[in-house]
């Protein structure tokens, strides 16, 4: 099949699945859906595949990716578990939360994965077309955003197509994603632990679907402030989810040139849940920041949005659009 003039569009069914899983394995890159939002794949052990997602998303090299894996068990072929690891994947796996563990010695994946540094995030992902892309290529998947870096994460295929259409192989068309947010991104601490006790520090570098508070219940320990200037994840960077026009936050009321995303009593010209549900409000963040990106306005406000719960992610990807 010849991709080079646009991407091909492939069904979420057995036939897309197998045909996105052969281009995976020949060292192609194609954008699949996950729960969270549609990530763009190619195998993690080849530099020259993940330099071509660094490619096509112009992401900076010095920005870690994430790599998608089947299970605990292939994770570990690639990280070092300690029993605080294995509480959380066990709390968490499949699901939207990345864990940012030692790399193992020897692991096989590319140098560019990790940018250099000692670690490596890890997610078990549970949307099923995902998964069952993963088993057909048998291989660990590094899979950032599906969009040019920086900008707005996609939560369709849509959105895939009008950000990298014709930068990448194919796209696998799963419809929309249900959480619409980034996985939340945790860092273990290994210099944490005293007299061998495996409680130490951990960090939150990058809020996501799944609290602090959820995170907490599991580890039994507070999370300490993050206060390296280092990139250790994706997410971090100080402008990112940028729709391309200036962001003003929590906006009751709107200018003549902005449009207006609203939320719970704030109408707007369209709202992130008009009965302030922040879960529905996460599903919908990139949906509406990309049709504010789209419409005539020069500009874009929003809402305030509580910062509790996933309300605490959604604010984090408000302010680096509006940075």
Known sequence: MDY?????????DAAGIAEAARVLREGGLVAVPTETVYGLAARADRDESVAAIY?????????????????????????????????????????????????????????AVTAGL??????????????????????????????????VSPTDAAHVLSSL?????????????????????????????????????????RPGPIPESALRAVLGTPSDAVTSQEIEAPGQL???????????LNAVTAQADEFHIGFGAVAGDVTLSASGDLIEAAAR???????????????????????????????????????
């Open 238 to 248: 100080i402008s990112h989810y940028a729709p391309g026009k200036p962001v003003r």
């Open 165 to 205: 259409g014709g930068r990448i192989d194919a796209v696998v068309d799963g419809g929309a994603c249900e959480a619409g947010l980034e996985s939340t991104i945790v860092a273990l601490r290994e210099d944490g632990r005293e007299g061998g006790r495996e409680d130490g520090r951990w960090q939150v570098l």
């Open 55 to 111: 490619g096509a998303k112009g992401r900076p090299s010095f920005n870690p990716l994430i790599v998608h894996i089947a299970d605990v068990a292939a994770a570990q072929e690639l990280a070092l578990f300690d029993d605080r690891a294995l509480r959380l994947a066990e709390a968490f796996w499949p699901g939207a939360l990345t864990l940012v563990l030692p790399l193992r010695p020897g692991a096989p994946v590319a140098a």
């Open 285 to 323: 963040l990139y949906a509406l920041l990309h049709e504010g990106a789209a419409c005539a306005q020069p500009k874009i406000a929003v809402a305030p949005v509580p910062a509790e719960g996933v309300g605490e992610a959604i604010n984090d990807r408000l302010k680096r659009a509006a940075a």
């Open 118 to 151: 000692p670690t490596i995030a890890l997610r078990c992902p549970a949307h099923p077309v995902m998964r069952a892309i993963i088993a057909a290529a048998g291989l660990p998947l590094a899979a950032p955003s599906a969009n040019r870096s920086g900008g």
């Open 4 to 12: 080079a003039s646009r991407p091909a569009v492939l069904t979420a």
